[in-house]
């Protein structure tokens, strides 16, 4: 069946950039679908982070817009997220998903994410 | 983008119908039939429950569904087990390609 599974440093120094990747296993990315990142601090709730397209078709949270660079690898069957800048309340774990989602002429609709890695902590420290 | 409001924590009795309610607004969960669904129990990652307001996915039992009315969303457990016991977040398409979700809600099976 299908698979995620995100990699990564656990522990990254105030003010650096974030780098996670997603391997995407018995699916093809390059096939469809959306690929997404979803972010969970301590005790809290979840929060989009963003979506990208097998074209490389990127939307992100606003909140995080600034921060935020998503990139797709279909060679490697693989995408990637990097947050700049980061702070200690970018703690968290780290979920990547596959999101189902539909465009029409004018604009992209996202459905759900029907399938999640099992998730990184990732901890923001000196 | 405010995140959606859903109770902070709900419970029931086993066998007993509960409700999660989650509320956006005109932009978000009163636009769209986009809304879904997510079970976590401790130190695992989200599960799909509810999709496109009140579809289920394959697997999920019938006992979950799903409703919405104006800008308010639902998700109802009927007949209550103790694996049901977890956080719930609904998440809901939010205009100009983005995504919110809720603050979640623990549900305690007394």
């Known amino acids: 069946q299908v698979q995620l599974q995100e990699s990564g440093p656990g522990l990254v120094k105030p003010s650096e950039t974030l780098s996670l990747t997603c391997t995407v296993s018995?699916?093809?990315?390059?096939?469809?679908?959306?690929w997404g990142w979803i972010r969970q601090p301590p005790g809290k709730g979840l929060e989009w982070i963003g979506s990208i397209y097998r074209s490389g078709s990127t939307y992100y949270n606003s909140s995080l817009k600034s921060r935020v660079t998503m990139s797709v690898d279909t060679s490697k069957n693989q995408f990637s997220l990097k947050l700049s800048s980061v702070t200690a309340t970018d703690t968290a774990v780290y979920y990547c998903?596959?999101?189902?989602?539909?465009?029409?002429?004018?604009?992209?609709?996202?459905?759900?994410?029907?399938?999640w890695g099992q998730g990184t902590m990732v901890t923001v420290s000196p | 983008q405010s995140a959606l409001t859903q109770p902070a924590s709900v419970s029931g009795s086993p066998g007993q119908p509960i409700t999660i309610s989650c509320t956006g607004t005109s932009s978000d969960v009163g636009s769209y039939n986009l809304v879904s669904w997510y079970q976590q129990h401790p130190g695992k990652a989200p599960q799909l429950m509810i999709y496109?307001?009140?579809k289920r996915p394959s697997g999920v039992s019938d006992r979950f569904s799903g409703s919405k009315s104006g800008n308010t969303a639902s998700l109802t457990i009927s007949g209550l087990q103790a694996e049901d016991e977890a956080d719930y977040y609904c998440c809901s398409y939010a205009g100009r390609s983005t995504l919110v979700f809720g603050g979640g809600t623990k549900l305690t099976v007394l």
């Open positions: 998903a596959r999101e189902s989602g539909y465009c029409s002429s004018t604009s992209c609709y996202m459905v759900a994410f029907d399938i």
């Open positions: 496109e307001g009140s």
């Open positions: 018995s699916y093809s990315i390059s096939s469809g679908y959306y």
